[in-house]
């Protein structure tokens, strides 16, 4: 049996819609049902928080998984990426207020939920940081002068829209990605490959 990883939430729910597009009767991870592991036929799903779907796949308890490539870029797991399944697309950005300048010589204090991720881009600008880690509601960080900038994902622009905030550098692109456990590559091959073939046919 192939042991999928998903994720709970918003990218959890275009999952198990492009899972039903191949064929498979999702009804049983529907209608808000909280159990955390389902067989459908040859398939097991395991549903999981975002951030630890890489984890189960790293550790093999998992054979693949879905993940954003934000989260793929900031933990840097040890797996294969096989797949960009082209949902969740969204844009890992550096915002700030409307009108924002680079502070010059000061240390430049960064917001993020991806403090990895900010601290590569701007270590490859040499441009010294502060970087605070936060858990969410990025978008409060520079409103209330706890940064000057942040490092988030943009997706419709909304939030940015909505706090007064705009894009000032693009990072890099992020959708939903398949990822493997190396092992479980090597000698599920022929099972992890069906399943993205018939993904790749929908
Ligand atoms: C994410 C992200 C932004 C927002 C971007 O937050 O961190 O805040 O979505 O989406 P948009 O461009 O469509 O507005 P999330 O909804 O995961 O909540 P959080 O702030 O609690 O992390």
């Known amino acids: 049996?192939?042991?999928?990883?998903?994720?709970?939430?918003?990218?959890?729910e275009a999952v198990i819609e492009a899972l039903e597009r191949t064929g498979l009767d999702c009804r049983q991870l529907k209608n808000g049902s909280r159990k955390l592991i389902q067989d459908l036929g040859s398939l097991q799903i395991i549903r999981?928080?975002?951030s630890d779907v890489a984890v189960y796949v790293e550790h093999g308890v998992a054979d693949v998984g879905i993940i954003g490539?934000?989260?793929l870029l900031e933990t840097e797991?040890?797996?294969f990426e096989l797949f960009d399944l082209g949902f969740g697309a969204c844009r890992m950005s550096v915002a700030a207020p409307k009108g924002y300048e680079d502070p010059g010589k000061e240390i430049l204090r960064v917001a993020t939920k991806y403090p990895h991720t900010a601290t590569k881009h701007f270590a490859a600008k040499n441009r010294p940081t502060e970087i605070i880690a936060l858990n969410g509601s990025i978008e409060i960080a520079p409103l209330v002068g706890l940064s000057h900038v942040?490092?988030?994902i943009v997706?419709?622009?909304?939030?940015l829209?909505?706090?007064g905030l705009e894009i000032v550098e693009v990072i890099?692109?992020?959708?939903?990605?398949?990822?493997?456990?190396k092992a479980s590559y090597q000698f599920k091959r022929d099972e992890i490959d069906a399943l993205l073939d018939a993904w790749s046919e929908k």
């Open 150 to 152: 942040i490092v988030d």
């Open 77 to 79: 797991p040890d797996v």
């Open 48 to 50: 999981v928080k975002p």
């Open 172 to 181: 890099a692109p992020s959708s939903a990605r398949c990822i493997a456990n």
């Open 69 to 71: 490539k934000d989260i």
């Open 155 to 159: 997706e419709t622009g909304t939030t």
């Open 1 to 12: 049996m192939l042991k999928m990883a998903i994720p709970t939430g918003r990218m959890g």
């Open 161 to 163: 829209r909505e706090n």
